[in-house]
């Protein structure tokens, strides 16, 4: 599958637990971008990344979340003290330079209980 | 700042029939790009179609063509002979050059293709 992945499909965590995601993009895509969505929205940017470089970040990314990119290749997004409203469909999308769209994960559906 | 506004909630539409999504955007800048994006039950969210703000031509790709009418701003999906299968969400979004390439969607139109 060439397509982009992310792990876990699902994950169920306390309040107050550290939780990370992996996104494995399309492997010719340097372009690498974090979404959330919550119930009844569209997707939200959080955070875009440019080979291993974060080069541009949302308000929406508090400082209990962090995303890194350390080899170009995938990518992992961690929070911290997870919320309840944390809870939310975390995205991945990557592009190649000069595409025209975005292509999406099947997306982590996060709920803090 | 961009803004993308899709007022239909929930539309039924049944099979083999032609719907209409519609879409309206707001930007100050020059060149953007348009996109649909279909999001099933499964979460992925599926690219449909794209317009750039310079092309003169509207967008298709097979039963998918996007209404394009720059004055007005809007940018609406047409799905001809809808199928069982096209039941999901559908998001409009904008991409503004220059600005990392970063989506901003609308809240999405849930279709139900019935028989």
């Known amino acids: 599958d060439t397509g982009v992945s992310q792990n876990p499909r699902h994950k169920i965590t306390k309040r107050g637990q550290n939780v990370t995601f992996r996104c494995d993009p399309i492997?010719?895509?340097?372009?690498l971008y974090w979404y959330r969505q919550t119930l009844g929205q569209g997707p939200e940017f959080l955070t875009y990344f440019q080979n291993e470089a974060q080069l541009e970040k949302s308000r929406l990314l508090s400082d209990r979340f962090s995303a890194e990119r350390p080899k170009g290749s995938f990518s992992t997004l961690e929070i911290q003290r997870t919320e309840q409203g944390d809870s939310a469909m975390y995205l991945c999308?990557?592009?190649?330079?000069?595409?025209?769209?975005?292509?999406f994960g099947q997306g982590t559906r996060l709920t803090v209980v | 700042a961009q803004k993308i506004t899709q007022t239909q909630p929930g539309m039924f539409v049944q099979e083999k029939e032609a719907v209409t999504l519609d879409c309206t955007y707001d930007t100050s800048d020059q060149s953007y790009g348009l996109f649909w994006y279909k999001q099933p039950s499964s979460g992925e969210m599926i690219f449909l179609i794209y317009?750039?703000?310079?092309?003169?031509q509207n967008a298709t790709e097979g039963r998918y063509s996007l209404n394009f009418q720059k004055a007005r701003k809007s940018a609406n999906l047409v799905i001809s002979a809808s199928q069982l299968g096209d039941s999901a969400m559908y998001f409009c979004?904008?991409?503004?050059?220059?600005?990392?390439?970063?989506?901003?969607f609308g809240t999405g139109t849930r279709l139900q293709v019935t028989l």
């Open positions: 999308a990557s592009s190649p330079d000069l595409g025209r769209g975005a292509f």
């Open positions: 979004a904008m991409r503004v050059t220059g600005t990392a390439s970063k989506l901003t």
């Open positions: 317009q750039g703000s310079y092309d003169e």
């Open positions: 492997s010719e895509h340097n372009r």
